[in-house]
């Protein structure tokens, strides 16, 4: 009923930058926040970031000030921009929205794909 697509991710160098998008797409009747989350190999998916609906924000005290997280409303989209990045930022990026689908007005999670960011020192 609700998917998710993300695109970006890949590979980069120590202090650099890449940026990740998630598409949300689907019966969607409203979405009440989005984030993004990461697993490392051998470690418990942890949150990144998360973004309410009405713009509220909240960080892992790892990646402040380093991280950026922001929505595109009209398009369902939800970014986040990474600079000085640093190797133990590597891991599957995983972006989850909870959302309210149409006609049941169900409560869902969903989590999109996953894609891998690889820093390299």
């Known amino acids: 009923q609700v998917q998710l697509v993300q695109s970006g991710g890949g590979l980069v160098q120590a202090g650099g930058s890449l940026r990740l998008s998630c598409a949300a797409s689907?019966?969607?009747?409203?979405?009440?926040?989005m984030g993004w989350y990461r697993q490392a190999p051998g470690k418990q998916r942890e949150l990144v970031a998360d973004?309410?609906?009405?713009?509220?924000?909240n960080y892992a005290d790892s990646v402040k000030g380093r991280f950026t997280i922001s929505t595109d409303n009209a398009k369902n989209t939800v970014y986040l921009q990474m600079n000085s990045l640093k190797p133990e930022d590597t891991a599957v990026y995983y972006c989850?929205?909870?959302?309210?689908?149409?006609?049941?007005?169900?409560?869902?999670?969903?989590w999109g794909q996953g894609t891998l960011v690889t820093v390299s020192s």
């Open positions: 689907g019966s969607i009747f409203l979405i009440n926040s």
């Open positions: 989850k929205t909870d959302a309210v689908v149409t006609i049941s007005y169900r409560f869902l999670t969903v």
């Open positions: 973004i309410t609906s009405g713009g509220s924000t």
